[in-house]
């Protein structure tokens, strides 16, 4: 199969919204699962919004969402394929690896409230620099309201309101990254006025979506130990080890997209290529520790260091190379010490084997861009060990010789400035269709207005691929069935900044659901 190269965002606004209503509904419809991403007009104050008190977190989060707007939502919908064989009506052996191939279609909706709202300088300044095109939100903007329903019958009855209606009346699983701010403002704005209380809601929530909720975010922080786990570094993290595991004829996740005519003027590629394994360190350039461990930077597009997560991930497999060397000395260095008694041959064994491997290095090893080889590189970011043999020629430093801002890739995820990845932005904006030669730097840097679309489709991503790694003891088609045994360990788990435990979304035996949530689940149910 080749490479995730493109990612297909179909552009959504009312120009085109009832035109495309049919194809995003069978989109949901038959959906295995769907990933949801906004882009806010604003987060208000962030020190409230990582106040010690969840319950105060809540409350500065339900204030800034009923001041505040979504300016677009991106939705992008998975579909499970059913493997070859299985199409073909042959038996194929579970035990083998197989491929998990997904059909996805990905929508950037772009969204304008009909009423008053906030809009902070800071966003404003933000998604300018990050492409997002605000005359055209003022101009074609999807219209709606937030609260409650209203009775007005002039209101159309294909709304974006009416499409998350319709989500929550599918009861597929949603997928989201940092989802907390994401469900609270999707409910003030396309649902119910939000209840005042956080246990309230966490009720209102767990009946919305019954299908259950999906947090990358926690996926990256509680269950696979990423160093850091921005939705930008996730993204890249899983799309580089699926190539490895595709290569390496392991489980992996196969994108299959619809193919649109190369004249549709509503459909923009995003590029999410990987790099030349050569060029990834090929330029001078030193690392933002703060972008590298949070995904933001004060400094945004002015930064004189480097944002590209691919220089990030490469210093990060060269670290973890480095922890491994390490372990295996130590290791050795105990075993040698519990058998040197026992049996001599075996510790002579022992010794020897750390001649061999202190004459490769002593020092622990970080590259500087005078000495850098293809080999390397090429090692560094297929996330492979760091065969000595490359190393052997390569300078050393000590760690107090090291610029500790430029390779800090430890760190809070959260410090204060952000709680979503809405600074980290994805690959590069395209309108050329797959199989058109451009000239393309495939860096994956800081660019594209379609983010929030493509924000949704890099969250259903690394979904994707997690599953692959779920051990269930059976075919792994049927892993998909999202609900089952293989997910409750993360199911209904969103993360909390700066917290070491995630936010359970069920309902307690004492919380009740609120008085407007029951009003229009019951409207929801006598439709579905």
């Known amino acids: 199969m080749g490479m995730l190269d493109r990612v297909p965002v179909v552009d959504v606004h009312c120009d085109n919204f009832q035109e495309l209503w049919p194809t995003m509904l069978l989109s949901i419809k038959t959906a295995s699962f769907v990933a949801l991403d906004t882009e806010l007009s604003g987060l208000g104050n962030r020190k409230s919004l990582v106040a010690k008190s969840v319950e105060d977190r809540y409350k500065a989060m339900v204030d800034v969402a009923r001041s505040r707007s979504v300016l677009s939502l991106g939705i992008s919908c998975f579909k499970l394929q059913e493997p070859q064989g299985i199409q ?3 038996c194929t052996d579970v035990d083998q690896p197989q491929e998990l191939e997904f059909l996805v279609q990905t929508f950037n909706v772009t969204t304008l409230c009909s009423e008053e709202y906030v809009v902070e300088p800071a966003s404003l300044t933000f998604l300018v620099e990050h492409g997002f ?6 101009s074609k903007g999807v219209p709606y309201y937030r609260g409650s329903d209203k009775k007005d019958p002039s209101l159309k009855a294909q709304s974006i309101r009416h499409l998350f209606s319709e989500l929550i009346i599918s009861k597929k699983p949603i997928v989201l990254h940092n989802g907390l701010i994401d469900l609270i403002f999707l409910y003030q704005n396309l649902y119910a006025q939000l209840p005042g209380l956080m246990s309230t809601f966490v009720s209102d929530v767990s009946e919305m979506f019954v299908g259950g909720i999906y947090d990358t975010k926690y996926l990256a922080e509680f269950q696979t130990r990423l160093p850091a786990s921005y939705l930008e570094y996730v993204f890249r993290r899983s799309q580089k080890d699926n190539h490895i595991e595709e290569t390496n004829d392991q489980p992996s996740v196969v994108i299959f997209f619809l193919k649109y005519p190369n004249s549709c003027p509503y459909v923009t590629y995003c590029d999410c290529q990987l790099p030349d394994p050569s060029m990834v360190l090929g330029r001078k350039e030193d690392i933002c520790g703060c972008f590298a461990s949070h995904g933001w930077c004060d400094a945004s597009t002015k930064c004189p260091k480097s944002h590209d997560i691919d220089l990030i991930l490469a210093h990060d497999n060269i670290i973890v190379s480095q922890k491994k060397r390490r372990n295996r000395k130590r290791k050795r260095r105990h075993t040698k010490s519990e058998t040197e008694a026992v049996s001599p041959d ?25 000495c850098i080889t293809t080999e390397c590189v090429e090692a560094m970011v297929q996330g492979e060990p760091i065969d000595n043999s490359v190393l052997h020629n390569i300078k050393a430093i000590k760690p107090n010789e090291m610029d500790e801002s430029a390779y800090n890739i430890q760190g809070d995820k959260m410090n204060g ?4 990845d ?5 690959g590069v904006e395209s309108s050329v269709p797959p199989g058109h030669s451009r000239n393309i730097d495939h860096h994956f840097t800081v660019s594209g207005g379609h983010r929030a679309g493509f924000d949704a489709f890099m969250t259903g991503f690394i979904l994707a691929t997690y599953l692959t790694k779920c051990e269930t003891g059976q075919s792994v088609d049927s892993k998909i069935k999202i609900g089952n045994c293989i997910t409750n360990d993360f199911v209904n788990k969103v993360s909390l900044s700066s917290k070491d435990f995630p936010l359970q979304i069920a309902k307690g035996n004492f919380s009740r659901t609120s008085k407007g949530h029951r009003e229009k689940l019951e409207r929801l149910n006598q439709v579905a």
């Open 422 to 426: 809405h600074t980290s932005s994805p």
């Open 88 to 90: 073909e009506g042959l």
């Open 346 to 370: 075996k510790a002579t064994k022992i010794e020897r084997m750390e001649a061999e491997e202190n004459d490769e290095n002593e020092e622990s090893v970080v590259l500087t861009d005078d």
């Open 133 to 138: 095109d605000f005359n055209k939100q003022y």
């Open 417 to 420: 400035q952000s709680t979503h």
